[in-house]
DNA sequence: GCCAACGTTGGC
DNA sequence: GCCAACGTTGGC
């Protein structure tokens, strides 16, 4: 069962439209980079993710559910699916993406509905700000999701 | 299909 | 630099 969690490891949480890329192709792949994210919030929770870290894989739109759990192997780098005419790309720094490899899937997936429903997740930027798409989770909300999804490590 | 939230763009 | 218009995201 859940031992404390390492010491330094933060955890996130990766949203993705299972229409673009799903949680199964996730898990065919191994490790995949995480890329498209345009938005300078996400880009900066990027930047901090680091190798070990955690994060939970969310399908939004369908499904609307944290489906499993992916550890970041490779730290931010510019994100190639950046275009030279892409409006965004073009000025200023580049945008950021990261590899991250499918750890294990929720074995209860925890629904939006679900969270929103419980107080003690009221506060998490899942519900606070619903377009970001790469978020900090603390430790204390990672251990409650992960026990709301019978997550066994 | 609709609408709220919110980031971006462009006129001034 | 302000702000209205517009586009996109994502829940319902």
Redesign the pocket.
């Known amino acids: 069962m859940a031992a404390a969690p390492t010491p330094g490891r933060r955890f996130w949480l990766v ?3 299972p229409d673009a890329f799903s949680w199964d192709q996730q898990v065919e792949r191994g490790v995949e980079p995480w890329t498209g994210v ?4 996400a880009k900066a929770n990027l930047a901090a993710m680091r190798i070990g870290d955690l994060a939970f894989f ?7 559910q944290i489906v499993g759990v992916v550890e970041v192997v490779r730290e931010a780098y510019p994100d190639p699916t950046v275009g030279p005419d892409d ?2 790309g073009a ?1 200023g720094s580049p945008w950021l993406c990261v590899d991250v490899q499918a750890v294990g899937p929720m074995p209860k997936p925890v629904t ?2 679900a969270i ?1 429903a419980d107080p003690a997740l009221a506060e998490i930027a ?1 519900v ?6 790469v978020m900090p989770i603390s430790a204390e909300h990672w251990a409650r999701l992960c026990a709301m999804g019978e997550w066994p490590a």
């Open positions: 949203k993705s439209e345009r938005n300078h919030m969310y399908h939004s739109n369908i499904g609307k409006p965004k000025k939006l509905a929103k899942l606070r700000q619903s377009r970001l798409s």
